[in-house]
C-alpha cells in the first residue's frame, strides 16, 4: 500500500531521530570502554589488581560524565556532518553539475526535468561523475534540496529509455522519503570511512615514517566502519524494491529498468573510485560484496542492496517476460547516441555573408572567412579586398581576419590561443563534449575532468589513418618518444588557457601518447589526432592490454 505523505514524513523523522541516537550510543560505548580499560589498569588500582587482570565498572559520576562528553560529541559530530550536506557528499563521489555545453549533459537534464515533472513539479538538479564506470545516485537535504547524479559511463552506455528509468528509481528514493535518511546516515559515517581509507592509503608509501599516526588512523577507522556497519540497520533493503516500483509508476517500462540493472552490474561500478564506500546512496553497490547477492537475516541487516537478480525477477515479471528474452534483448542492445553529428561548431561565429577576395599572383575568390582558414599559405599582409568594395588593404588591418584567422587580440580579449599556431581556438562539440580546436594544426584543447567523457562515447567512427597510428605505437612503444627537437625540454608550449607552460609527458604510462599536461589549470593539449588515438586505445584496451591500461 503507498505512502501518504504524512506516514512519508512521520517514517522519516523516526529513521532521523533513531539514527541520532545511535550516534548518541555508539559515543556512550567508546568513551565507556575507554574508562573501564584507564580505571581497571592505569589509573586507581595498584599492580596486584593489574596481575589479577580484574575490570573495574565506573562509578556513576564517571558514567554521567562519560554519558555528556558522549551527547556533546555526538551532536557535534552530527552538525558537522549535515552541515553544507550535498557539497559534501557530492565532492566525495566526484560529482559536478551538470555541463549545459555538453550534448550527452543536456539530454540527463531534460530526463531529469521530465522525471521532475511526472512526480509532482520538485526540483530536482542534475550532476554528472565523471567516470567511466556504470552507477546513479541521489541525495536529499533538510532545505529539500534534491540531486540525482549519474557516470560519464551510464550516460554513454544506456540508451534513453534505460537512462529514464534509472533516473525515475532515483526519483523513487526522492518522493518515498527514504533519501534524506540515506544521505544523512552516509554523511554520519560512511563519508568518514571513503576519506579515511583514501588517507590510508596515501600513507602507506610513508616507509614506517610515522607509524603511530598509521595506528591511531587504523583505530579511527575501525570505529567509523562499526559505526558504519551499526547505521546500516536503518537502511533497508526493501528502499531499492520500492524505489523501482516507483519507476515502473512513473516510466510504465519495467523492462529498461531490468536491463539498465543487468548492464550496470556486468560493467565496472566505481570500485576504487571515489565515493566507492558511500555505497548506499547508489543504485547498485560500487563494491562487489557477498551479502548483496543473498537473502536472509544477516544480509537484510548489514546490506544496503537487495540481489540484483532478485530486483531483475520483480521487474521481469511485471513486463510479463523471462530472463532469456531480456537476454535476447541485450545480445542485440543498440543504443542512439543523442549527438547529431560527431564534431561541430557549438557557436558559429562566423560571418556567412561577407566575403574576401584575396591576392596571391593573382585575385582569388571571393571566400568566406571559413575558406580562408583552409587555404594554404595565407599571411597577415596579404591584400585583401572586401566583396562589394573597392578599397584594398593588407590582411592584417581587416578586423574580423585579424581576430578570426591571426589571434593578434586572443591574449586581450582571453581568447584561448594554439600554442602552435598563435591563433584563437575554435569551440567545438566532438562527441556532445564542448572543448577547443584549432582550425589550422588540428589541436585540441580540454579540461582534464572532460577527457573522461571522450574515451566512453563512441560515436565517432575511426579512420584507417587512427587505427594504422594506433598499432604502429603500440607496436614500438617501447621505444618510442616524440622525435621533435622541441620536446628535448620536458617544459615546452604555453598553456592556451593560463598562459603557463605546459609539461610534455605520457598521457598514462601504459599508453604511448604524449601530450601537454597543463598542472595550474589541469587542461591538457592534445596535438593532431592525438585525442582519437587514445581514445581508440581506450575503447579496444581488452584487444591492446588484456583489459589493463586506464
Known amino acids: 500500500m503507498p505512502f501518504s505523505f504524512i506516514e512519508i514524513e512521520e517514517e522519516k523523522s523516526r529513521i532521523i531521530a533513531f539514527v541520532f541516537l545511535s550516534v548518541i550510543v555508539f ?21 596486584d589488581e593489574l596481575r589479577k587482570g580484574l575490570f573495574i565498572l565506573p562509578s556513576l559520576d564517571h558514567t554521567l560524565a562519560t554519558f555528556i562528553i558522549a551527547l556533546i560529541a555526538g551532536v557535534f559530530h552530527w552538525l558537522i556532518s549535515t552541515n553544507n550536506l550535498i557539497e559534501k557528499m557530492s565532492l566525495a563521489v566526484g560529482a559536478l553539475p551538470f555541463d549545459p555545453k555538453d550534448t550527452y549533459h ?19 538538479e542534475a550532476m554528472v561523475i565523471s567516470s567511466t564506470g556504470l552507477n546513479a545516485f541521489s541525495l536529499e537535504d533538510f532545505d529539500h534540496r534534491a540531486i540525482i547524479g549519474v557516470t560519464e559511463g551510464l550516460l554513454a552506455r544506456l ?45 602507506r608509501g610513508s616507509e614506517n615514517r610515522g607509524s603511530v599516526f598509521l595506528f591511531l588512523l587504523f583505530i579511527i577507522l575501525s570505529l567509523i566502519n562499526f559505526l558504519s ?21 512513473l516510466t510504465r517500462n519495467p523492462l529498461s529498468l531490468a536491463e539498465a540493472l543487468k548492464l550496470i552490474s556486468r560493467n565496472w561500478r566505481g570500485c576504487g573510485a571515489s565515493g566507492e564506500k558511500m555505497e548506499s546512496i547508489f543504485i547498485v553497490n560500487p563494491r562487489f560484496d557477498s551479502l548483496d547477492d543473498e537473502e536472509g537475516f544477516i544480509p537484510d541487516i548489514f546490506s544496503t542492496h537487495p540481489p540484483i537478480r532478485r530486483r531483475v525477477g520483480i521487474l521481469l515479471d511485471m513486463a510479463h517476460l523471462d530472463e532469456k528474452t531480456l537476454e535476447e534483448n541485450l545480445k542485440h542492445f543498440q543504443r542512439v547516441s543523442p549527438v547529431a553529428k560527431p564534431e561541430y561548431k557549438t557557436e558559429d561565429s562566423i560571418n556567412k555573408t561577407k566575403k574576401w577576395f584575396i591576392f596571391k599572383e593573382q585575385w582569388l575568390g571571393p571566400y568566406l572567412l571559413e575558406d580562408l582558414k583552409k587555404l594554404q599559405g595565407l599571411r597577415p599582409d596579404n591584400w585583401i579586398r ?37 591563433t584563437i581556438l575554435d569551440e567545438i562539440n566532438y562527441e556532445g563534449v564542448p572543448l577547443f580546436k584549432c582550425s589550422y594544426c588540428e589541436g585540441i584543447f580540454v579540461e582534464e575532468y572532460k577527457v573522461s ?38 617544459w615546452v608550449i604555453p598553456c592556451p588557457k593560463c598562459k603557463k607552460l605546459m609539461h610534455r609527458q605520457f598521457f598514462v604510462y601504459s599508453y604511448p601518447v604524449e601530450i601537454d599536461r597543463c598542472f595550474f589549470c589541469s587542461g591538457i593539449w592534445f596535438d593532431k589526432q592525438e585525442l582519437e588515438i587514445l581514445q581508440y586505445f581506450y575503447q579496444y584496451k581488452e584487444k591492446f592490454f588484456d583489459g589493463k591500461g586506464f
Open 27 to 47: 559515543y556512550f560505548l567508546t568513551v565507556y570502554l575507554i574508562l573501564i580499560l584507564a580505571e581497571s589498569f592505569f589509573i586507581f588500582h595498584p599492580a
Open 106 to 124: 543536456q539530454s540527463f537534464k531534460n530526463i531529469v526535468d521530465e522525471v521532475s515533472v511526472a512526480i509532482g513539479g520538485r526540483p530536482i
Open 159 to 203: 540508451n534513453r529509455a534505460q537512462i529514464e528509468a534509472v533516473v525515475a528509481h532515483e526519483a523513487g528514493h526522492i518522493v518515498s522519503g527514504d533519501c534524506l535518511s540515506t544521505t544523512v546516515t552516509c554523511s554520519l559515517a560512511e563519508i568518514y570511512e571513503e576519506f579515511l581509507c583514501k588517507l590510508n592509503v596515501g600513507l
Open 229 to 249: 556497519r551499526i547505521l546500516r540497520y536503518f537502511i533497508s533493503r526493501q528502499r531499492e524494491y520500492r524505489a523501482d516500483a516507483i519507476s515502473v509508476r
Open 386 to 422: 572586401i566583396e562589394g568594395e573597392e578599397q584594398v588593404i593588407p590582411a592584417y588591418e581587416d578586423e574580423e581576419l585579424r581576430q578570426g584567422l591571426f589571434g593578434q587580440d586572443a591574449e586581450k580579449k582571453d581568447e584561448l590561443c594554439c600554442p602552435h599556431c598563435k
Open 453 to 490: 567523457r571522450v574515451f566512453v562515447r563512441e560515436d565517432m567512427p575511426f579512420s584507417e589513418d587512427i587505427v594504422r597510428l594506433a598499432e604502429k605505437l603500440i607496436a614500438s612503444k617501447d621505444e618510442w618518444r616524440l622525435n621533435d627537437s622541441a620536446a628535448k625540454s620536458s
